[in-house]
């Protein structure tokens, strides 16, 4: 692995996570905030000095559904619509704010401590995000400087706000992540509790135990390949053994993976159902006060047991999603959010053109599931380009994902969420568009590029490759530039957007 691709990626990294925090605050600053009709966590106390000036420096990075993530870590699940939300960020917020940053109390309230832990927090995630998806890249492409530019698109990627902010989108990231370089390592005890600690930020984890599925049953096939030859005996005993050892690992690894999830919603359950948890918390009359103003349910004897309670399957995060955000199959497909589905297009066409792409380029092999190569069928093997970068086999199970995700978010999401849902969870934007790039600009981006490095050289900006690209624009393909200024008008919309309360979310 090259030590200079590395560094380019971190130093990239951590350069665009400071922009993000510069130009929030100018954005933030300059453009007066929408009064939308969103959640917003109440102030206990008037704000201090230093309450103010932390609201000046880092107040764009909670809009939106950071303020429910801010309002967990310092009260606690109250709300019923809090439970949208799961416990990893919110709990790892409150830990921070106080240890690390408890020495500040004498000047900021425990709501800025938070605010001021997420920031730096996800500013430490993200840069280790970008490193880990470039020895991921790495690993699956087989091509370090297709590696190397994918990293460096991930560090300006379009839901790049959404990074920064006090959102569990960075750190859902990097426990994903890990969880595939760990399982393209062979580690698929170290895999399963990375993936379980990822369902434990965001639910859409839980898909990630296909990762586990679909590498024991390729290698269940790989070892039982008809030129593998053993006696009779030999041969049904490894069978079983192989067979017996993948499915105890899927299945209990799976579980695992789901247990975060799982005992989750049992904590909602007795919180709303039984009141066997919480019935001892005081909640603060201002809370009280909002909960009657705004109709928000709150568990306790005195509240009515929730009609999702006596559901036979009773789940609360579904009923929430039903409920409060009107989350269901073609919910969303309404004129009126039309602006919505227009930016959420990009990163839709880009996932169905990675996918088409690929099954295109061998379908064969995707007809098979990504289980077997042509030269296990007697045919020839493929041409050189399947050996490594985009097309590359070992990247089928991360298209599958990637499609799959994006299946279900055209389907049943909030369509303007997709960017974030997919930019957080999958590697394939990075890598396809990686691709384009090197595909499309040849004399730019060197294409023998499997096993060199690009030259790197600390500055304040990484010179190689994107800066190649943006100063020779006009010269660029229409892709190039297409990809390119997707990448960077989001980075910039974003935050322009996102910190002032507008929608983008």
């Known amino acids: ?41 109440p102030r206990l106390h008037s704000p201090s000095n230093g309450d103010v000036l932390l609201d000046i420096l880092f107040g764009g990075f909670s809009r939106w559904d950071a303020q429910h ?28 704010a106080e240890t690390f940053l408890g020495p500040l109390q004498p000047w900021l309230g425990l709501h800025s401590r938070l605010l001021l832990a997420s920031t730096l927090l996800n500013t430490v995630i993200f840069v280790l995000s970008a490193v880990v998806l470039y020895q991921l890249s790495v ?49 698929p005890l170290t895999s ?42 030999d041969w049904h005993k490894l069978c079983l053994h192989l067979i017996l050892r993948s499915a105890l690992l899927v299945t209990v690894g799976s579980l695992v993976i789901i247990l975060p999830f799982a005992l989750f919603q049992y904590y909602g359950y007795l919180t709303f159902c039984r009141s066997a948890v919480n019935s001892a918390l005081t909640i603060p009359p ?15 004897k005195d509240s009515a047991v929730p009609s999702w309670c006596h559901h036979r399957h009773p789940i609360i995060y ?94 049943f999401m909030h369509i303007q969420v997709i960017t974030r849902f997919l930019a957080s969870s999958s590697p394939v934007l990075y890598w396809f568009s990686a691709h384009l790039l090197q595909d499309k600009e040849p004399g730019h981006l060197a294409q023998d590029s499997a096993t060199s490095s690009y030259p790197y050289t600390f500055s304040i900006i990484p010179i190689k490759p994107l800066t190649a690209l943006l100063q020779d624009w006009q010269r660029c393909s229409l892709t190039a530039r297409c990809v390119l200024g997707y990448f960077l008008l ?3 919309l974003g935050l322009a957007l996102h910190c002032n309360f507008l929608p983008w979310t």
């Open 286 to 300: 201002h809370l009280l006060q909002l909960a009657r103003e705004k109709g928000y349910h709150l568990p306790g």
């Open 69 to 96: 993530f801010l309002f967990i870590a310092e009260f606690g699940y109250i709300y019923e619509q809090n439970f949208a939300f799961l416990p990893l960020f919110p709990v790892i917020l409150r830990a921070v």
């Open 318 to 411: 579904s009923y929430i999603q039903d409920t409060y955000w009107n989350v269901g199959f073609m919910r969303y497909y309404q004129l009126r959010q039309l602006p919505n589905f227009l930016l959420a297009f990009p990163i839709i066409a880009l996932g169905i053109w990675a996918a088409k792409q690929y099954v295109l380029t061998d379908p064969w092999y995707c007809i098979h599931l990504g289980l077997v190569h042509k030269k296990l069928k007697g045919e020839r093997e493929g041409d050189g380009k399947l050996s490594s970068g985009f097309y590359s086999h070992r990247v089928f199970v991360y298209v599958v994902h990637s499609t799959a995700l994006l299946a279900f978010g055209v389907c």
């Open 490 to 492: 989001y980075w910039f």
């Open 1 to 41: 692995m090259a030590a200079s691709d590395l560094q380019m990626v971190a130093h990239f990294a951590l350069l665009s996570r400071f922009l993000a925090v510069f130009f929030q605050m100018v954005f933030n600053s300059l453009i007066p905030d929408h009064n939308a009709d969103a959640f917003r966590v």
């Open 139 to 187: 690993a699956v492409l087989q091509d370090r400087r297709l590696a190397a530019l994918s990293s460096l698109l991930f560090c300006l990627n379009p839901a790049s706000v959404f990074m920064s902010a006090a959102y569990s989108e960075s750190i859902f990231m990097l426990l994903s992540f890990s969880g595939m370089l760990h399982l393209e390592k062979a580690r």
């Open 192 to 233: 399963c509790a990375l993936f379980a600690l990822s369902t434990a930020a965001r639910s859409n984890g839980i898909i990630n135990a296909g990762f586990l599925f679909h590498s024991q049953l390729k290698q269940c096939i790989l070892y039982l390949r008809p030129e593998l030859k053993f006696t009779g005996k």
